[in-house]
């Protein structure tokens, strides 16, 4: 469920008109739904609410300040996997202890912030990694928590590129090398284990993997007791799908999640922590764009919108799929046709849709990209010097821009050229 739908025949968020945003701040635009936010969120915080817990919001997904800000007085605590990363949540307002700080490549200035700045736990992803944070930690005179991540090979039956959990993966140990690896952490200085992290991918459908890999968490978390080691956590990850066609069957719902959280390891006292990042803010945003021009081709015809690929990357690395609709809705019986909803940027695979059902547009009408709100702005870049896309929160029937368009001014003073020159 979100809250953007048609009122009178034209596409709201929540009780403000798209169009009205569209007039003020101009188009691309990213708009995000405070309400489904917070829905979203609440969602998760009630599937685990028979045991101690704590929601991690993924920043990957969507990092802009006032969404943290949003999350943060809900109560979220925030997962982070950078420096940059770990600065936003906390200039959002979330204490160090609410923070967990993931990644397979933290540098040493990075574990150093995370440390002076206060942290929850850092989620340990190899051995090096591991003995570099134990020799910082000690010079500094703390002991940080830690969980180390597992990887329990276990096929999330996602893309490819977004699966985290088999043994190819670059992410965590070997689950056989944990109780190895669990025993010289406990060895070294600087560190407190904690807990046990594992994570299988994104954009998850179907909740057999998450059992799959729970089990295993639950399995070794025993045998690490009986090492002796005191494992009072367990971060199992986020990763949970949502529909990006309307017309798809749904993806599994929190609830049920939970239910299979608590199945595989509820019997073992963990406090669970999880980290949701699209679940939440994937549909609780759209992209909004403009038609510049309909364009006839060879045997297709093409929507030319002023959004492209650098302001929503997923189609063009993923293949990915987001469902394309007017602003204003189509009278009922009207007539559509097939285009092919492709950008400006000066590359084949700036193509949003090929054959896309819509009805008759003209330049300057609306349409809006659904399921826009995770893994868009947070990916967008200035390719083809096209301004970074701007964005803005809706709540009720009051709407505040929350990052705002460059101006080409401030994009070329960024820049500078060398007296030699």
């Known amino acids: ?180 690896v669990y025993a010289e952490a406990a060895s070294l200085p600087g560190l407190r284990v904690v807990g046990v992290d594992v994570h299988i991918g994104s954009q998850l459908t179907d909740l057999e993997p998450y059992r799959a890999a729970y089990d295993k968490v639950a399995e070794l978390t025993r045998a690490l007791r009986a090492d002796g080691h005191v494992i009072s956590r367990l971060d199992l990850g986020g990763g949970l799908g949502i529909p990006y066609r309307r017309d798809n069957n749904a993806p599994p719902l929190p609830i049920e999640y939970g239910q299979v959280i608590r199945e595989t390891v509820g019997d073992l006292g963990c406090e669970i922590e999880i980290e949701p990042g699209r679940n939440i803010t994937g549909n609780a945003g759209v992209l909004l764009a403009s038609v510049i021009w309909l364009k006839e081709g060879e045997g297709r015809d093409f929507l030319i919108v002023d959004a492209a690929m650098n302001d929503l990357l997923r189609p063009a690395i993923y293949g990915a799929h987001h469902d394309i609709v007017p602003v204003i809705e189509a009278a009922p019986g009207a007539a559509v046709q097939p285009f092919d909803v492709v950008g400006p940027v000066c590359e084949s695979g700036d193509t949003f849709q090929k054959g896309a059902e819509l009805p008759l547009l003209a330049a300057g009408d609306l349409v809006a990209f659904r399921s826009a709100g995770a893994y868009g702005a947070v990916m967008a870049s200035e390719y083809n010097s096209r301004p970074l896309v701007p964005e803005v929160l809706v709540s009720g029937d009051q709407f505040a821009v929350i990052r705002a368009r460059p101006t080409f001014e401030e994009m070329l003073a960024r820049d500078s050229i060398p007296a030699w020159l």
């Open 1 to 180: 469920m979100d809250h953007f739908n048609y009122h009178g025949g034209e596409l709201h968020a929540e009780d403000v008109p798209l169009a009205r945003i569209a007039a003020e701040v101009g188009t691309p635009v990213y708009v995000y739904s405070a309400a489904t936010l917070t829905r979203h969120f609440g969602l998760f915080r009630q599937a685990l609410d028979w045991t101690d817990h704590l929601v991690c919001f993924a920043v990957k997904s969507n990092s802009n300040l006032a969404v943290l800000k949003l999350l943060g007085d809900l109560g979220a605590g925030m997962d982070v996997v950078s420096g940059g990363e770990y600065l936003r949540a906390k200039a959002a307002g979330v204490p160090g202890d609410k923070i967990v700080f993931s990644g397979v490549g933290k540098t040493l200035a990075e574990m150093r912030l995370a440390i002076e700045g206060g942290i929850r736990q850092f989620n340990i992803e190899s051995e090096p990694e591991m003995r570099a944070l134990s020799e910082l930690a000690a010079s500094m005179g703390a002991a940080v928590p830690v969980a180390i991540r597992v990887n329990p090979d276990v096929d999330a039956k996602t893309h490819e590129k977004i699966a985290t959990g088999k043994s190819e993966n670059k992410f965590g140990i070997p689950i056989a090398k944990a109780r190895q």
